[in-house]
C-alpha cells in the first residue's frame, strides 16, 4: 500500500507569544514575571509590542526563551529510512513512534514510500512487485508462527509508519536548519516543510524565521561546500550568497547581503507544493 506524508499540529503551548515574551522580557527588565504578566493581561503590553520585541530578539544568540513553548505533531506516511533520520534529533524533543513488533501489519499488505527516482527510472512496477513480494512472505511467516518481532526483519526502509513528537521552538528552528537545506534528503524536506506549513496556518509570524540556515533569519548564507551550492536551486539562482563570496567581499573593503528568503523561494526547495497557503477554515 503506497502512502504519501501527512503532518498535522495537533497542539501548542496555549499562548507561545505571551510565553516567550514573558521569559525574554523577564531577562532584560527589573519588573518581576508575574508583573510583566499583569500588565499583558490588563493590555498595558499589547501583542503587536510583543511579537516586535520577541522577533527583534530572536536575531540575537539568546536561545532558551525560544525552549519554554512546545509544539506537538502527527505524522503519517513517512518511511523507516527518513524516520531514522528525524530521531535522531533529540536535544528539546521527544518521539513516540508505531512498533513493527508489537503491531502486526495485516493481509500481506504494509505500507511503503515509493520514491520519484524510482518512477523517473522506470522501475515503478518491479519496485511495487518487490513490496508485493516482501508483503506475502512477510503474511506467510505470520501464518507460519513467527512472531512480529522477527518477521518485521523482512520489511525494508521504505516501510512508512507514524508517529508523534513534541518540539520545543528552538529545536524546531534548529532542525529547519538542517532540514530545509537542499542537501537534506527530499523525504524529510519536505516533512519539515510540512510542519512548518502546520505552524504558519496556526501562528504565521512563529514561521518567519523558520527557514534553512542560510535564510536571512538564521544563519544568512551557505556554509556548505561550493560544489553543493551551486546544485541547490537558491544557490543556482543567486538567491543566497555563499560564504565564500562573503570572505571575498570583505577582504576587498565590500560588503554583500542576500535579500530575504520569500515563500516562493522557500517552494523551490521542496517541488511539491508543501508552501502552499492553507485555505481558511482547514485543520492545522
Same mark, same amino acid.
Given at each position: 500500500?503506497?502512502?504519501?506524508?501527512?503532518?498535522?499540529?495537533?497542539?501548542?503551548?496555549?499562548?507561545?507569544?505571551?510565553?516567550?515574551?514573558?521569559?525574554?522580557?523577564?531577562?532584560?527588565?527589573?519588573?518581576?514575571?508575574?508583573?510583566? /504578566?499583569?500588565?499583558?493581561?490588563?493590555?498595558?503590553?499589547?501583542?503587536?509590542?510583543? #511579537?516586535?520585541?520577541?522577533?527583534?530578539?530572536?536575531?540575537?544568540?539568546?536561545?532558551?526563551?525560544?525552549?519554554?513553548?512546545?509544539?506537538?505533531?502527527?505524522?503519517?506516511?513517512?518511511?523507516?529510512?527518513?524516520?531514522?533520520?528525524?530521531?535522531?534529533?533529540?536535544?528539546?524533543?521527544?518521539?513516540?513512534?508505531?512498533?513493527?513488533?508489537?503491531?502486526?501489519? #495485516?493481509?500481506?499488505?504494509?505500507?511503503?514510500?515509493?520514491?520519484?527516482? /524510482?518512477?523517473?527510472?522506470?522501475?515503478?512496477?518491479?519496485?511495487?512487485?518487490?513490496?508485493?513480494?516482501?508483503?506475502?512472505?512477510?503474511?506467510?511467516?505470520?501464518?507460519?508462527?513467527?512472531?512480529?518481532?522477527?518477521?518485521?526483519?523482512?520489511?525494508?526502509?521504505?516501510?512508512?509508519?507514524?508517529?508523534?513528537?513534541?518540539?520545543?521552538?528552538?529545536?524546531?528552528?534548529?532542525?529547519?536548519?538542517?532540514?530545509?537545506?537542499?542537501?537534506?534528503?527530499?523525504?524529510?524536506?519536505?516533512? /519539515?516543510?510540512?510542519?512548518?506549513?502546520?505552524? #504558519?496556518?496556526?501562528?504565521?509570524?512563529?514561521?518567519?524565521?523558520?527557514?534553512?540556515?542560510?535564510?536571512?533569519?538564521?544563519?544568512?548564507?551557505?556554509?556548505?561546500?561550493?560544489?553543493?551550492?551551486?546544485?541547490?536551486?537558491?544557490?543556482?539562482?543567486?538567491?543566497?550568497?555563499? #560564504?565564500?563570496?562573503?570572505?571575498?567581499?570583505?577582504?576587498?573593503?565590500?560588503?554583500?547581503?542576500?535579500?530575504?528568503?520569500?515563500?516562493?523561494?522557500?517552494?523551490?526547495?521542496?517541488?511539491?507544493?508543501?508552501?502552499?497557503?492553507?485555505?481558511?477554515?482547514?485543520?492545522?
Amino acid at each position: 500500500m503506497e502512502t504519501a506524508i501527512d503532518v498535522q499540529l495537533l497542539t501548542h503551548t496555549p499562548d507561545p507569544i505571551r510565553v516567550m515574551y514573558v521569559a525574554f522580557r523577564t531577562c532584560y527588565s527589573r519588573f518581576t514575571p508575574q508583573q510583566i /504578566w499583569a500588565d499583558i493581561e490588563s493590555g498595558k503590553i499589547t501583542e503587536e509590542k510583543m #511579537k516586535t520585541f520577541i522577533f527583534d530578539k530572536l536575531k540575537s544568540g539568546h536561545s532558551s526563551p525560544r525552549t519554554q513553548v512546545y509544539f506537538t505533531f502527527a505524522v503519517s506516511g513517512l518511511s523507516r529510512s527518513a524516520s531514522h533520520q528525524l530521531v535522531r534529533h533529540n536535544n528539546g524533543i521527544t518521539f513516540d513512534q508505531q512498533s513493527q513488533r508489537y503491531y502486526a501489519f #495485516k493481509e500481506a499488505d504494509f505500507p511503503y514510500v515509493v520514491p520519484e527516482t /524510482w518512477e523517473r527510472a522506470g522501475l515503478r512496477e518491479e519496485y511495487l512487485g518487490f513490496m508485493r513480494r516482501v508483503g506475502e512472505l512477510y503474511d506467510q511467516a505470520l501464518k507460519a508462527g513467527v512472531p512480529a518481532e522477527d518477521a518485521r526483519f523482512l520489511l525494508p526502509n521504505a516501510a512508512s509508519t507514524n508517529l508523534t513528537f513534541t518540539v520545543n521552538f528552538e529545536e524546531f528552528l534548529h532542525i529547519a536548519d538542517l532540514r530545509l537545506c537542499w542537501r537534506a534528503q527530499w523525504e524529510i524536506r519536505h516533512m /519539515w516543510a510540512r510542519a512548518r506549513n502546520a505552524l #504558519k496556518a496556526r501562528f504565521p509570524e512563529l514561521a518567519k524565521p523558520v527557514q534553512p540556515k542560510c535564510g536571512d533569519q538564521r544563519l544568512g548564507y551557505c556554509d556548505e561546500p561550493m560544489a553543493e551550492y551551486l546544485k541547490c536551486p537558491l544557490g543556482a539562482r543567486r538567491i543566497r550568497l555563499h #560564504k565564500d563570496e562573503i570572505v571575498a567581499a570583505a577582504k576587498a573593503g565590500q560588503t554583500v547581503e542576500s535579500s530575504p528568503l520569500s515563500e516562493a523561494d522557500l517552494a523551490l526547495l521542496t517541488p511539491r507544493p508543501e508552501f502552499e497557503k492553507v485555505p481558511a477554515g482547514s485543520p492545522s
